[in-house]
């Protein structure tokens, strides 16, 4: 019987790094090749292949495999109401001030893992807005990860996690259900019809035809390389509406100046109406 590889020679590694970045964008760090390694074999072994050349060739012709493998690498971490302060802001002035304006309002959030952001958002919104009915408000929710989306699709997260929701939170936004002996509160609907949820790689073809009036790219800038992550900057920027709002993670503002938007708040920026701020 063949044997899988033993070791990934540094050589290897390079070229399934690349493969990754050209792809997702990411940067696989040195010191998580033992973690990639055994994944990489896992999934060779999966597939019969018993040539990391074998597989390179494969990953690249391959979509199906390319994505099933970058899914294996992706850092889905992520929690309800992350760095709350964008959610305060998001209700006391981002929805007052676009709603003075208008009442048709796009939200996305760019990355969204396992729903948790989006549902924030959504529930920030649900609270905040008074007559919702009247305004035409959708979020859309992406992620380049299939495994995330599908527990984002769910809305269903253990109770036990959720423990820091006062109970009027837990009652107007969640429902509690038992499956398999567990506690889950799964998202009500009113809150889940205001999200669409859909996959998306960042780095290929965006189908969204409207501008957002503001996006969440959180805790995602920093797993790419510099290159990637102006180049997706400046994507984010021409989808963003004039007087919209970009809303980044914690480590990610040193290169938002580039865009000579106006810092409104910790790592909320706005985006001027006409022209650049100088
Ligand atoms: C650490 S999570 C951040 C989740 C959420 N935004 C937050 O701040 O809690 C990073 C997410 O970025 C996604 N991601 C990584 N590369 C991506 C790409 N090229 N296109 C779309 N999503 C990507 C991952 O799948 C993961 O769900």
Redesign the pocket.
């Known amino acids: 019987m063949e044997s899988i590889l033993n070791s990934l020679s540094d050589k290897d590694f390079v070229k399934i790094k690349k493969i990754v970045l050209n792809h997702?964008?990411?940067v696989l760090k040195d010191d998580k090749k033992d973690k990639i390694f055994s994944k990489l074999k896992n999934r060779m072994k999966k597939l019969n292949i018993f040539d990391l050349n074998v597989y390179c060739r494969y990953l690249i012709a391959n979509r199906a495999e390319l994505e099933e493998f970058v899914n294996l690498l992706?850092?889905?971490?992520?929690?309800f109401f992350?760095?709350n302060h964008h959610f305060i802001y998001l209700a006391q002035h981002i929805l007052p001030e676009l709603l003075s304006q208008k009442n048709r309002i796009r939200i996305w959030?760019?990355?969204?893992?396992?729903g948790?952001?989006a549902y924030s958002i959504a529930i920030t919104v649900y609270e905040n807005v008074q007559h919702i009915e009247n305004y035409d408000i959708k979020i859309l929710a992406?992620?380049?990860?299939s495994m995330?989306l599908a527990v984002a699709k769910e809305g269903r997260y253990r109770a036990n996690d959720l423990k820091m929701f006062s109970s009027e939170r837990r009652q107007n936004v969640f429902t509690l259900i038992q499956y398999q002996n567990i506690e889950y509160l799964q998202i009500k609907n009113s809150i889940k019809k205001l999200i669409y949820f859909n996959h998306?790689?960042?780095?290929e073809f965006w189908p969204m035809k409207g501008l957002f009036d503001v996006i969440?790219?959180?805790?995602?800038f920093i797993?790419?390389s510099k290159e990637k992550a102006e180049f997706l900057l400046n994507r984010l920027d021409k989808q963003l509406a004039p007087g919209g709002f970009l809303i980044v993670?914690h480590a990610e503002s040193s290169f938002i100046y580039k865009l000579k938007y106006l810092r409104v708040a910790e790592t909320i920026y706005k985006k001027p109406i006409s022209g650049n701020i100088v």
């Open positions: 997702a964008g990411l992706t850092n889905l971490s992520t929690y992350r760095e959030s760019a990355g969204c893992a396992t948790e952001e992406t992620d380049i990860s995330g998306l790689n960042l780095f969440f790219c959180r805790n995602i797993y790419f993670g």
